[in-house]
């Protein structure tokens, strides 16, 4: 998957540590294509269209939604000509935003709070044209359905109490509603009649089940996709061909596992369906993109990582959301550090079978080794490596063989490497001139650079200890000054007490009420920022 182009914004609010939440796109009448990116305080809107005719992206900022209230949940669904959007803190209510006027501008065609001052998600069945609003303030133990026959003034319908409660996300197609009920699983209802939904079936008992997050239906209404968030549990099809009978064998699941072997506890967040492939954001990993056509032979096609510089699964951080229906098949996505990111996935054209690529570090030295089963015609593969997982330069070529039907293995040695992170990838080059990348393969150089490498567990429920893993050289550990601040960056402790395990410190970390707090780290060497959820 190749990076078209990206923006990001250093001044924008953070809240939780997190500037960046959900995304959407948009088509106008003239095929002009727009990313519509949920920020802290509202809605950025971006012209994305591919403007040379060479599929070259151009995120342009064209206007800006404020949303009155600082939020870090936002979720954003367009009909005809309006962009809905909502947010879990404050007390913005339903935003109704004209597109009609882009790429000139937006506006703010209504704000409706007479529903609802929350919400967490909505979705919209264009269809029967109705919004459903799940997680709101009022009815959180069900669904609000509001009417969009006048897209510029939404109006409630109806307002039930469902079984299993609290619906955390929803998908709705055929007067269907796929709800997604967090620890209480999957229910599924009919909404055929809006006043009076009935229970259609649920799914309460799975393997790998977790807090059930979000989930989308295929074309043909057979397989459903859903993403449990809690580490370290895979996503699942779901054969909801019978409704009275939904099931997920263990065959049918499947997650990401870039970090794999040495972290293995990933954790999605969304997942899209288009055609035969499901589009995931994923916490850490990114955009992943798997090949759902077999459900018992799912495999990986694509991936980018908006988030290259992690080495494990610790916390929530990277990719939210992920857009992969533009007609242009650009697809965008949101990190929620790193901004908007205009993505495609290309297909190989360079006739060679790649079957291992791999590396590892001696002494000072990082080595590359790699395998092909077969090459036709190939010139030689450029060795390029990045120190932050986007910015590439070639350091070396290897000769490749050309033509050959036996596997031959190939070295290269990077003998000056980046200290700390270092990214590498294969260019693999054709004797045509064609090219393809290779996936990426991530080597650390370590020193005694005052990094500290991760805190764990970062989500806590009271008074215990924590373990910082550092690379802090000894003599600096004593000077070390590590203090506790709250959400807006205040400190609440004037010095966090720890107990010195050679290359892991124990953290005492007090009593402290529900909320998200930040450890700060500081030496003569280092600084860092580390986040701690309490959760009662």
Known sequence: MNLLDRWDDDSLPL?????????????????????????????????????????????????????GSNSLWRDIKTYQNYAYAVADEGGEGLLVIDLSNLPASASLAAQVQTSFTRSHNIFIDEAAARLYAV???????????????????????????????????????????????????????????????????????YPESGYNHSSWLNADGTQLVFADETHGKALKIADVSNLGAISVSTSNLFESTLEAPAATNSIAHNPFIKGDSVYISYYHDGVQVFNIEDPDNVFNVAYFDTEPNNTNY??????????????????????????????????????????????HTDNSDNILHWQTATESNTAYFEIQRSQDGETFESIGKVQAAGESNI?????????????????????IMDLDGSFEYTQLVHLLQRAYTGDVIRLYPNIISGARQVVLDHDIAPDQKTKLKIRLLN???????????????????????????????FLEIKGPQTASIQRITVSK
Not at 18 to 28: L, N, Q, T
Not at 35 to 63: E, K, R
Not at 407 to 427: A, H, I, S, V, W
């Open 15 to 67: 809240r939780y540590g997190a500037a960046y939440s959900d995304i959407w796109g948009y088509v106008d009448p003239s095929g002009n294509e727009y990313a519509l990116v949920a920020t802290i305080q509202g809605i950025h809107i971006f012209d994305v269209s591919n403007n040379d005719g060479m599929g070259t992206a151009y995120p342009v900022l064209i206007d800006f939604i404020q949303g």
């Open 135 to 205: 997680g709101t303030n009022t009815h959180s133990q069900g669904i609000i359905v509001m009417d969009l026959s006048n897209p510029a003034n939404p109006v409630e319908i109806s307002d039930v109490n469902l079984p299993a409660g609290y619906v955390h996300d929803v998908f709705v197609r055929g007067d269907t509603a796929y709800c997604s009920h967090g620890s209480d699983g999957l229910y599924v209802y009919d909404y055929s009649v809006a006043t009076s939904p009935t229970l259609l079936g649920s799914l309460t008992s």
């Open 314 to 359: 610790a916390g929530f951080e990277g990719c939210w959301g992920v857009y992969p229906f533009l007609p242009s098949g650009n697809i965008i996505a949101s990190d929620q550090l790193r901004g908007l990111f205009v993505l495609e996935v290309t297909s190989s054209s360079v006739p060679v079978e790649l079957t291992d690529l791999q590396g």
């Open 407 to 427: 596997r031959k293995d190939y070295q290269f040695t990077d003998e000056n490497p980046f200290m700390g992170n270092n990214y590498y990838r294969l260019k």
């Open 487 to 517: 959400s807006n960056g205040q400190p609440i402790f004037g010095s966090i007490s720890f107990s010195d395990l050679g290359q892991s410190l124990y953290l005492n970390i007090p009593d402290l009420s529900s909320g998200i707090y």
